[in-house]
């Protein structure tokens, strides 16, 4: 039953089911809509951001459920990053606003969602996460920067973002 309900709140979460989404809460409660329940699993507020739907984001960060912004799961992946490697940009924003850490790395690879929005070049991810600070000398395990990621995948213009 357990596996079912989580099932079902990841569907609504990715498909921005609403609807959905209300009559989990009113059935189950905030904890298992935040998926609170699966502590190794990724938070129903990583898979709304991964699909980029920011009214899902809005719903699952206000009250009642309250879903931290900063959440990480495995190792130590936060929503920021699910939306950074996607290219979400409004999401990002989203996140950011709400108290997301924008130089949060994870482990043991030490990527930060600079890193992967440099990876696959979304310009307008990586304006946003400067704009929120974050640390274009962040490395990783293996003494790369953001920039250096960029230039590795063939991201010129990245790239010349991140060079300044």
């Excluded at 609504?12 to 989404?21: E, I, Q, S, V, Y």
């Excluded at 482990?107 to 929120?132: C, K």
């Amino acid at each position: 039953m357990v596996n079912e309900i989580a099932d079902a709140v990841k569907h609504a979460a990715t498909t921005g089911d609403l609807a959905a989404l209300r009559q989990l809460l009113d059935t189950h409660g905030e904890a298992v809509v935040r998926g609170d329940d699966n502590p190794g699993e990724l938070t129903t507020l990583h898979w709304a951001a991964a699909t980029g739907n920011v009214e899902t984001m809005r719903f699952l960060l206000d009250p009642p459920i309250g879903s931290d912004p900063c959440a990480a799961r495995g190792n130590n992946f936060t929503p920021l990053h699910a939306a950074a490697m996607h290219g979400h940009t409004e999401v990002c924003e989203t996140l950011l606003a709400a108290g997301a850490d924008v130089n949060a790395q994870t482990n043991p690879q030490g990527y930060a969602p600079l890193h992967s929005a440099a990876f696959a070049g979304y310009v307008e991810t990586i304006r946003v996460l400067l704009d929120y600070g974050a640390n274009r000398e962040l490395l990783t395990y293996r003494g790369e920067r953001p920039v250096d990621t960029a230039r590795r995948t063939g991201q010129a213009e990245a790239v010349r973002m991140l060079e300044v």
